[in-house]
């Protein structure tokens, strides 16, 4: 069912009792071409990009939850590409392209809201680095630019110039960046999918890696062997544990990311700004919530919750940024558990067993990655080869000494 | 364990005391072991749901690193010891 | 005048009238009242407008979970949004106002948003506003942002201050109702330490609002008593105003005290919110139980309460919403409010109950109404009437507010926030918390043991089970006897069918029933995709009022029981919870510590202008009068350094001691070069690389005695670096005998550098300086003229004769002086960090501007310094990785502008010179740059794949986000004296 004006004008009148399921709720069936292990945002977009871009339509998404119960449900909705490493870039602006015509594209309004990202600076080396990584941007044909402490003072006034340990100096700033209603991507993907007849498969937990001869024929579920050709991965926060069901060790530890949101308010916020002299991260929803979060809480953990000095910490970067937050009030703290890698940046690949294909280690940014992730994910699946734009992104980088590690901080998970 | 910690020095301290490493099960290889298992070691993990050790240092206390072993879906914490322990550096 | 105080009754001080205004028009109240109590007595029950619809509403309850009367409380700087009338303390010149309406409460132009909900039904925002795709951000958007939201802020700074405590007890109780003070007083009887937090500012829970006699006395009477022997424990703390939000790990609870929320005067000697880390051996939960709503037809109209709200008005503060009440139940507890309606001489306009086999009957003279049910209300801004069908026979019945009791649910969210999840009862009807994990259990109603005598009973039962697990005797707790208790037993009843109007089943967000319909049908029966698709639960209470109905009412569609449904999850905050009381005091220049060296004071003498470095200020440069910038100052600061000499302030850096017999096969096997044949009393330039063979810090090494060294480490990394070697000591060769202490705040250290470095340090210092006797890298104690030990090393930065003087903290300012004086005659000058920053560059050296941690020791042409040799290192055996050691990796390179009259600056890229700007063009970047007085030129360091096979190369450094494009010549990275003639001079 198409979704239009029309389609909500004719729906009124009959009560909104004719609209139909946004996707079936298929049985499994005995074998598929692909079976992706994972009904987040990634996984999702795998199959619709599939069906649609690479014509495989025999494809099973199995989800032990439910569609988007992972992490594209529980994020900042952060959606950028503001990259300083050539290994990251072009696939985040790959990534960001395909968000400007995402809803066009699935008939979906996933509310991608371009509203501009603005990373602050607080002294001449942070400026620094921010000038090399807008001009990798640049490069690439991004947009970015570089705003003192003047003309930041007009655009966000309320931002803490005078009274903060770290003075503000001046911004980053993308305007092709913004925000979009993470739900909406999963469900959005979904429903494109299933309309290109890929199964949806539910409350279908993977048990196990069913290998002949070494290579991979299908999986055990909890609704019973599925068997396939091609198995792809894409099990943010429980990465490690589905890849251990085929013997598979990998470079990433889980930790958990707290997020939260305020009480509604009437507009305030009109950017994503970012603290420098923290981690500390703002955006308002449309709905007026100020959805907002700062660094992981440190150690591993599979609990999707977090603890309270963090979340304190994250409030006093946000005092100290927006003074102005202080007689806000916090609704809601929620915990989701990343796939934190050895170089903070992502895994699209490969894997040394055959017919077995990985995408992991998103790290905490793994949202605005949606559309990219599934489209190079499916071009390795159906093409046997890495996108141009994903060549980077491999298992065996680590090894070969070829690390992607924007923050600069080595192989420490919790430090990116 | 994401609250308090209790130091085997120091006693029952919080959490923000503590400077985190992360996965204490890997040993470092000898010198001249294979490329595969230097590899294992500086970028491999096990990461599994469970039980796991892990490094903590108390910073804002005696600076020992401490082995904290613990649950990482419960976050129950089994035992904490001093990471010298029993290897010749105890204090 | 439908709504108004009683002549007598309740717990409000008659004899004290309180001030207070709303929407611009004052009333009066009492001490005692809250906000929507004093409300309702000044007939106001239109408060709020709805989130989407912007329908009309009014209070609903007289609590923590009410979902409609937000407020905007205080004004200027002190305004709170979102603000819960049913909590909100009056006092007096309190002023609120009411959100989410434009032009007034009354007449609300949003609310044509309510003719338009049939195109507005859930999701119905993810299936248009697509087209064209430009008008998102400019149309849709807006639009949809100004009609969303509630409270409105400008963020204006906060004029009012927060702190923190911690709080550690043997109990802790979180409510004071009949449960918590039972488990109280037998806690604190027994000896325990006990620590009781109530939300409300008045301590008794229940018992304040409860008619039944207790002991035969009032029961607000035995809560009063109770709390005065609990106060009189010494080992009771009571913290009224105190809601417990949240329940961490280590059984540590999150709580928010309200210190200063009710009194126009602020006292700014304390916090107005003080937020309560408590470490609790044990916890009750003894929150009570929640009344659910009942979903019909126009059940949102203002003066439709709950029961147990307009109960609690009426016993409690002496209030009722209207003189003729409508009271809806599916259970026993609408018989009660009937009945405290009557005894106030309130008229009750009915009694109508679902359960056509209800055995309770009505108080005499009101009209009961069994197998009845409401399908619809009348009215605009309040009710009027309800309709009633029974047996599909309409009638309307004229009433000005309705009392609506949908059975119970314990409060057990707390003990639901760390992974323990509700179990369904289908006796109670209800979600309980029963193995949510050890330290926390509820009591009382909380844990779905609704009666007086039970929740007394079940309190102090808990509160002894606790006492004797801590190995103590346990006092007795003897319940009051109870009048007339009711057992508030209910058939649940999840949404009335045949509703003739919107139902609600969350008032906030207007999430009703054929929402719930619309996302079943549309695939979100999920529970979590139903609040995800609808907004259902996720407005300011959380769904603490309608969530149960949604599970019920989403079970009854799919045809399964509430069990199968489940709930969402429960989190943190259990009532929201300022930024200001979470972030305490670390906030503004407090949000960081702020260091000075040693030195600061002379720097301050000297005129230096400082700059943030981490958490230290240091001293950047130091004009001079008629200097017109800081570029003519640090020139001049560089060109003295060079033809005469400068003194710096290097106290920042990080400095540790190294002892012990293996000191130097420690250090040895710590940095990529050879450390063990150091000889004493010299110094040599140190690569610390991380395991993974990347450059993690530089510094020095000085031997000082065999088994005593002093290493150096940059500014920025002091504090890592100790760790780092900490691990290395204790973790990868605990065998080794080698111990550390960080020194770096015991020393001022100043860098003297310049040609004539020599003849002024010699005017101070006691020993011979002469390059024999202190060549190039010497480093050891030497004594001061007046006796003082101090540490003088022979090291350059600057690619000068340079020494780094290091003296005990306390004596900085005053060598520094000697020094400045003795070195007047040769023209000594202060200057800072950044002729500091030039000088090096002029030099080649590397800071962390270069290594960046993505950086080898070959990257930074430092390769020579890996000691291939060793056994042994941090860092060694993944550095021959293959992308480590690939010939295009970018190496550090000098650039020398071609163009006087072009700056190059940091964070340029390099391109060849005529190549399209991209990704796969891109051949480096620019790490640090200046202006260079000594060359007269602009210089920069930079990095270039194979860039040391590139000098002499014209390359274009770009800079396209500044707008500048510059040629520049690649070269050496050593500009200056590349023999070190200056330098061993």
């Known amino acids: 069912m198409r979704y239009s004006a029309l389609s909500i004008f004719k729906q009124a009148f009959a009560g909104n009792l004719g609209w139909t399921p946004a996707w079936r709720e298929p049985a499994p069936k005995s074998h598929y071409d692909v079976i992706i292990v994972g009904g987040g945002g990634h996984g999702l977009a795998t199959a619709y990009y599939l069906a649609r871009e690479f014509g495989i339509r025999n494809i099973a998404v199995v989800e032990k939850g439910y569609l988007g119960s992972g992490n594209v449900g529980r994020n900042t909705t952060i959606v950028r590409s503001n990259y300083m490493l050539p290994g990251n870039e072009p696939f985040y602006e790959f990534s960001l392209k395909l968000w400007e015509g995402l809803e066009q594209e699935l008939n979906y309004n996933v509310m991608f809201s371009q509203r501009g990202i603005i990373n602050l600076y607080h002294n001449d080396g942070q400026r620094d680095q921010y000038i090399r990584r807008g001009n990798a941007m640049m490069m690439e044909g991004v947009g970015a630019e570089l705003l003192d402490r003047e003309s930041l003072k007009k655009m966000l006034p309320f931002l803490n110039f005078e009274h903060a340990r770290f003075p503000i100096m001046g ?16 469900w959005g993907f979904a429903r494109g999918a299933d309309r290109l007849g890929v199964d949806l498969i539910q409350n279908c937990e993977v048990t196990g890696i069913r290998r002949e001869n070494g290579a991979v024929t299908g999986v055990e579920t909890t609704r019973g062997f599925i068997g396939c050709n091609k198995l792809a991965l894409a099990a943010a926060g429980n990465t490690s544990r589905v890849g251990e069901m085929a013997g598979l060790k990998l470079p990433i530890e889980s930790h958990v990311l707290q997020a939260f949101v305020t009480e509604g308010l ?80 992502p895994i699209i690949d490969r894997t040394p067993i055959e017919n077995l294909y990985l995408n992991c280690g998103w790290c905490y940014g793994g949202f605005k990655a949606t559309p990219a992730s599934g489209f190079c994910f499916a071009h390795l699946i159906a093409k046997g080869e890495s996108h141009h734009v994903a060549r980077a992104l491999r298992l065996d980088r680590f090894e070969r000494g070829f690390p992607i590690d924007e923050a600069g901080v080595g192989t420490q998970p919790n430090l990116h | ?68 072993e613990r649950d990482n879906f419960t976050h129950e914490v089994f035992s904490v010891s001093d990471a010298a322990a029993g290897r010749g550096g105890e204090r | 005048m439908t709504a108004y105080r009683l002549a007598t009754g309740g717990l409000v001080d008659r004899s004290h009238a309180v001030r207070f205004s709303f929407d611009g028009a004052a009333f009066t109240g009492h001490a005692g009242d809250t906000l929507a109590s004093a409300l309702i007595a000044n007939d106001r029950l239109l408060v709020a407008r709805s989130f989407k619809y912007h329908r009309p509403r009014g209070i609903v309850t007289a609590g923590p979970s009410e979902p409609n009367a937000l407020v905007t409380i205080g004004t200027g700087e002190r305004r709170d949004p979102n603000t819960k009338a049913t909590v909100a303390e009056l006092y007096d010149g309190l002023e609120a106002v009411s959100q989410n309406r434009w032009p007034s409460l009354a007449y609300d132009i949003g609310a044509v948003n309510d003719l338009m909900s049939r195109f507005l039904s859930a999701g119905f925002y993810y299936k248009t506003f697509m087209w064209p795709a430009a008008f998102w951000e400019k149309v849709y958007e807006p639009l949809i942002r100004r009609a969303a939201g509630l409270g409105r802020t400008s963020l204006p700074r906060d004029p009012d201050s927060y702190e923190k405590s911690w709080a550690h007890c043997d109990l802790l109780v979180v409510g004071s109702g009949p449960a918590g003070l039972a488990a109280a007083l037998t806690a604190a009887r027994s000896g325990l330490r006990v620590l009781l937090a109530e939300q409300d500012f008045v301590l008794g829970g229940a018992l304040l609002a409860e008619t039944t006699k207790l002991d035969g006395e009032a029961s607000y009477v035995f809560a009063r008593r109770a709390i005065d022997e609990l106060q009189n424990h010494a080992n009771v703390t009571l913290l009224p105003r105190t809601t417990v939000f949240g329940w961490y790990d280590d059984n540590v609870f999150g709580a928010v005290e309200r210190v200063q929320k009710h009194g126009v005067t602020i006292d700014p000697g304390k916090p107005v919110e003080r937020l309560w880390r408590i470490v609790a051996k044990h916890a009750i939960l003894a929150t009570g139980a929640e009344e659910r709503p009942l979903v019909f037809g126009g059940n949102d109209r203002p003066g439709i309460l709950t029961a147990s709200a307009v109960s609690t008005y009426a016993n409690r503060f002496g209030v009722v919403a209207g003189k003729s009440v409508a009271v809806f139940t599916n259970g026993a507890s609408g018989y009660r409010t009937a ?23 009505a108080p005499a003279g009101v009209r009961l109404v069994r197998g009845g049910s409401v399908v619809d209300t009348k009215g605009r801004q309040r009710v009027r009437a309800v309709v009633t069908d029974r047996g599909g026979f309409e009638e309307l019945i004229a009433c000005d507010a309705v009392a609506m009791s949908g059975g119970w649910s314990p409060v057990i969210h707390l003990a639901c926030q760390r992974g323990g999840k509700p179990v369904w009862s289908e006796a109670l009807q209800a979600f309980l918390a029963l193995e949510v994990g050890a330290g926390l259990v509820t009591a009382g109603a ?28 346990v006092a007795g707790f003897e319940r009051p006897s109870i009048g007339e208790e009711i057992d508030p037993s209910f058939t649940a009843l999840w949404h009335v069918p045949g509703a003739k109007s919107k139902a609600f089943v969350d008032f906030q967000n207007d999430v009703h029933t054929k929402d719930l319909g619309l996302a079943v049908r549309e695939g979100f029966g999920h529970v979590e995709h139903a609040k995800r698709y609808t907004t259902g639960g996720m407005a300011t209470d959380q769904g603490k009022l309608g969530n149960i109905n949604a599970i019920g009412i989403l079970a009854t569609m799919r045809g399964v029981s509430p069990a199968d449904v489940g709930t969402t999850t429960f989190r943190p905050f259990y009532t929201p919870v300022s930024f200001g009381a979470l972030a305490g005091t670390s906030v503004g220049e407090h949000n960081m510590p702020t260091r000075r060296s040693p030195l600061h004071g002379w720097a301050a003498r000297n005129g230096a202008v400082f700059i943030d470095a981490g958490l230290w200020y240091r001293s950047s440069w130091f004009p001079k009068v008629g200097e017109k910038n800081w570029r003519e100052s640090v020139d001049r600061e560089v060109r003295n350094v060079r033809e005469n000499a400068g003194l710096c302030d290097v106290s920042t850096l990080g400095k540790i001691e190294v002892f012990g017999p293996d000191a130097a096969e420690f250090l040895n096997r710590l940095y990529c070069n050879p450390v063990l044949k150091l000889p004493v009393g010299k110094a040599r330039y140190g690569l610390m690389l991380r395991e993974d063979g990347m450059v993690y810090d530089d510094g020095t090494v000085s031997r000082l005695a065999e088994e005593h060294f002093l290493v150096t480490t940059t500014t ?134 270069e290594l960046d941690g993505r950086v080898t020791p070959d990257d930074a042409g430092l390769g020579r310094m890996m000691g291939s040799a060793k056994p042994d290192f941090i860092g060694k055996r993944l550095s021959t990785r293959f992308g480590l050691t690939a010939a295009d990796r970018a190496q550090l390179v000098g650039l020398r502008a071609l163009e006087a009259d072009k700056d190059m600056r940091a964070g340029a890229h390099l391109l060849k010179d005529g190549a399209k700007p991209s990704t796969l063009n891109d051949q480096g970047w620019v790490s640090s740059a200046c202006f260079s007085p000594t060359l007269g030129s602009h210089i920069a360091l930079g990095f270039l794949k194979s860039g040391r096979e590139r000098y002499g190369e014209k390359i274009l450094v770009w800079d396209q986000l500044r707008g500048v494009e510059a040629m520049a010549e690649v070269c050496d990275p050593v500009f200056v004296d590349p023999e070190n003639r200056k330098l061993m001079a």
């Open chain 3, 339 to 361: 009945q405290d309606l009557v005894a106030h001489g309130i008229e009750v306009a009915a009694l109508i109950d679902s359960r056509a086999d209800a055995a309770e009957s």
């Open chain 2, 1 to 68: 364990m994401a609250s308090l910690i209790s130091c085997p020095h120091c006693g029952t301290r919080a959490k923000e005391e503590f400077f985190i490493r992360g996965d204490a099960t890997p040993v470092r290889p000898a010198p001249m072991a294979g490329d595969d298992m230097w590899n294992d070691y500086v970028h491999v993990r096990a990461n599994p749901r469970g039980r796991i050790r892990e490094y903590w240092q108390h910073v804002a206390g005696c600076r020992r690193w401490l082995v904290v």
């Open chain 1, 171 to 186: 911004g980053l700033l993308q305007k092709r960046a913004g925000t979009a209603r993470h739900d909406a991507v999963a």
């Open chain 1, 266 to 345: 009437k507009p305030c916020i009109d950017h994503v700004i970012t603290y420098g002299a923290g981690h500390f991260y703002i955006s308002q929803s449309d709905k007026g919530g100020l959805v907002f979060g700062a660094e992981i809480d440190g150690y591993s953990s599979y609990a999707q919750r977090g603890n309270l000095a963090t979340a304190e910490h994250v409030m006093e970067e946000g005092v100290t940024m927006i003074p102005g937050l202080s007689r806000v009030r916090v609704l809601r703290a929620w915990g989701g558990v990343m796939d934190m890698s050895m170089d903070g940046s």
């Open chain 3, 716 to 849: 920025a990394l002091a504090g890592g670096v100790l760790s780092h070697i900490e691990f290395a000591a204790q973790v990868l060769w605990p065998e080794l005998r080698v111990r550390f202490l960080s020194v770096s705040d015991q020393w001022a250290q100043m860098s003297i550098a310049g040609p004539k470095a020599r003849a002024i340090l010699q005017a101070v210092v006691e020993d011979d300086l002469s390059p024999a006797a202190f060549p190039f890298l010497a480093a050891r104690e030497v004594r001061l003229k007046g006796n003082l030990k101090a540490r003088l090393f022979r090291i350059s930065f600057s690619g000068e004769l340079a020494y780094e003087l290091a003296v005990p903290a306390g004596y900085g300012e005053a060598v520094a002086d000697a020094l400045m004086r003795a070195g007047q005659p040769h023209g000594l000058c202060a200057y800072g960090v950044e002729a500091l920053n030039v000088l090096r560059i002029e030099k080649g050296h590397v800071t962390h501007a």
């Open chain 3, 446 to 473: 909380a844990a779905g043991h609704y009666r007086l005598s039970e929740c007394f009973e079940d309190g102090a039962r808990k509160a002894s089970a606790i006492v004797e697990s801590l190995g103590r005797p």
